[in-house]
C-alpha cells in the first residue's frame, strides 16, 4: 500500500536523506578517522549499518505493509438513512462493542476502525496517520512502526556515544590538517543536532505509543473520550502480543515477523442492520 501524500513522500525522503548521512559521517568521520587503526573500528561500522539495515527494513515494512484496511462489500450497502439528520433514522452504535458504520466509505466496520481522511479507508485499530511512513498506522504495521521507531532511537544514541567518545579519546594518527578537522567538527555537530532531535521525536512517539497499548486506548479514542483506563501489570505481555505476534519477546524486534493475522467478519455485510 502507498499513499500518495505530497507531505508524506517528502517525510519519506527526509528521513532517508537522515539516515544515510548519519551513516556517512559516522563510518567517514568518526570511525574511520578516530578508530583506523584500532579492532573496534570494524565492528561499530558492522554494528551500526546492522542497526541501519534493520531500521530501513522495519520502515518498508511499515510504509508498504496493509495497515488494516476493513474490505469494502462486494455490493453497495444503501445507507441513505444515516446520512440525514432524522433523529428517528440515525443511527446509535458503541464503539466498544459492536461495530459501526461508516458513512463515507458506506461499510459497517468493527470496534476500534476508524476512517482516514488520507487514505480514504477505513483502518482496523487505527492509531494515526504518520507522515513519516506515508500510512496509518493500524493495526497490521503497528509493529513495524514501533520497531521504526525503536532502532531510530538506538541509532540517535549510537552516533551521539561515537561523537562524543572520538572528541574525548585523543587519536595520535589523525590529521591536523585544519580543513579536515573543520569539516569532521562540522559534520559531528550537524550529526549530534540531528540525533538529539530525531531522538527525542521517537522517545516522545514511543511512550504515547506503548501507553495507547498498555492502556487499550488508541490516539483518535483518547481525542474523542478524553479519558484514560488504569493499567493492569499482569495483562501487559498480553496486550503487547495482540500487537508484536505470539513469538518469544526477542523475537518481537524482528521485521521479518509478521503481526498476528486478523480474520475478518465477512459475514457482518449480511446482517440486517435497523436504522
Given at each position: ?8 513522500i ?9 539516515v ?6 559516522v563510518v ?15 565492528f561499530?561500522?558492522?554494528?551500526f549499518n546492522?542497526?541501519v ?28 438513512d ?12 458503541d ?10 466509505c ?17 483502518i482496523r ?23 521504526f ?5 538506538m541509532?540517535?544514541v ?16 589523525c590529521s ?36 495507547g ?9 483518547r ?17 503487547l502480543?495482540?500487537?508484536c ?9 524482528l521485521?521479518c515477523?509478521?503481526?498476528?493475522r ?6 457482518a455485510?449480511l ?5
Amino acid at each position: 500500500m502507498f499513499v500518495r501524500d505530497p507531505c508524506g513522500i517528502v517525510c519519506i525522503i527526509v528521513t532517508y536523506v537522515a539516515v544515510f548521512y548519519a551513516d556517512y559521517v559516522v563510518v567517514r568521520w568518526v570511525i574511520l578517522h578516530s578508530l583506523q587503526d584500532s579492532l573496534w573500528g570494524p565492528f561499530h561500522v558492522v554494528a551500526f549499518n546492522t542497526i541501519v539495515l534493520l531500521l530501513i527494513m522495519s520502515h518498508l515494512k511499515a510504509v508498504c505493509s496493509d495497515p488494516g484496511l476493513v474490505p469494502l462489500p462486494q455490493s453497495r450497502i444503501d445507507f441513505s438513512d444515516i446520512h440525514t439528520d432524522n433523529p428517528e433514522t440515525k443511527v446509535e452504535c458503541d464503539e466498544t462493542e459492536n461495530w459501526t458504520v461508516c458513512t463515507r466509505c458506506d461499510t459497517y466496520r468493527p470496534p476500534k476502525a476508524h476512517h482516514c481522511r488520507i487514505c480514504k479507508r477505513c483502518i482496523r485499530r487505527m492509531d494515526h496517520h504518520c507522515p513519516w511512513i506515508n500510512n496509518c498506522v493500524g493495526e497490521r504495521n503497528q509493529k513495524f512502526f514501533i520497531q521504526f521507531l525503536v532502532y531510530v532511537g538506538m541509532l540517535a544514541v549510537y552516533a551521539l556515544g561515537l561523537v562524543i567518545a572520538s572528541w574525548i579519546l585523543e587519536c595520535s594518527r589523525c590529521s591536523n590538517d585544519v580543513a579536515v578537522k573543520q569539516s569532521r567538527d562540522l559534520h559531528c555537530i550537524i550529526l549530534v543536532l540531528e540525533s538529539a532531535l530525531f531522538g527525542m521525536f521517537v522517545v516522545a512517539i514511543l511512550v504515547d505509543q506503548f501507553q495507547g497499548i498498555l492502556e487499550e486506548e488508541n490516539t483518535m479514542k483518547r481525542i474523542q473520550n478524553n479519558h484514560h483506563y488504569k493499567r493492569n501489570s499482569s495483562r501487559t505481555l498480553m496486550l503487547l502480543s495482540q500487537v508484536c505476534g505470539k513469538s518469544h519477546p526477542i523475537l518481537w524486534m524482528l521485521p521479518c515477523q509478521n503481526p498476528p493475522r486478523y480474520t475478518f467478519r465477512k459475514d457482518a455485510y449480511l446482517i440486517d442492520h435497523e436504522v
